[in-house]
């Protein structure tokens, strides 16, 4: 469906229970809708950089952020979540929330709009 291919192998299918697709599938497509939201991030920071250069830290952060946060929330909360669901493992479980709930307070920080954070 998707024309992006996953950055590791997974067949949620042949992997995954029947009944944990459909909660698998949104949770990847959870993690693109971040990627995304951080590159549309990125670009609102360009634009005020290029409009202001006195916001290049944000612009810099921003880049910062995409770098940072795209694959590490994908090898620290979606591929833990992917194997949990594929072996039934509370451990996997745990680090998923764990870690996702650390992102989510970074991103609720974010969305405060504190200046020179990199967020637009």
């Known amino acids: 469906i998707f024309p992006i291919k996953p950055c590791f192998y997974q067949d949620f299918s042949e992997e995954i229970p029947v009944e944990y697709q459909r909660v698998c599938k949104m949770t ?7 990627c995304v939201t951080l590159f549309l991030n990125l670009l ?3 634009a005020h950089f290029i409009t202001d250069s ?6 810099g952060l921003s880049i910062l ?3 940072l946060f795209s694959p590490c929330s ?6 833990p979540v992917y194997n949990a669901f594929k072996t039934d493992s509370s451990f996997s479980f745990f680090t998923f929330f764990f ?22």
């Open 99 to 120: 870690v996702f709930f650390c992102q989510v307070v970074v991103f609720i920080i974010q969305s405060v709009g504190l200046p020179n954070w990199g967020n637009r």
């Open 65 to 67: 952020w995409l770098i």
């Open 74 to 79: 994908f090898i620290c909360w979606y591929r």
């Open 54 to 59: 006195k916001y290049g830290v944000d612009f």
């Open 28 to 34: 990847y497509y959870l993690w693109m809708f971040n």
């Open 44 to 46: 609102a920071c360009m």
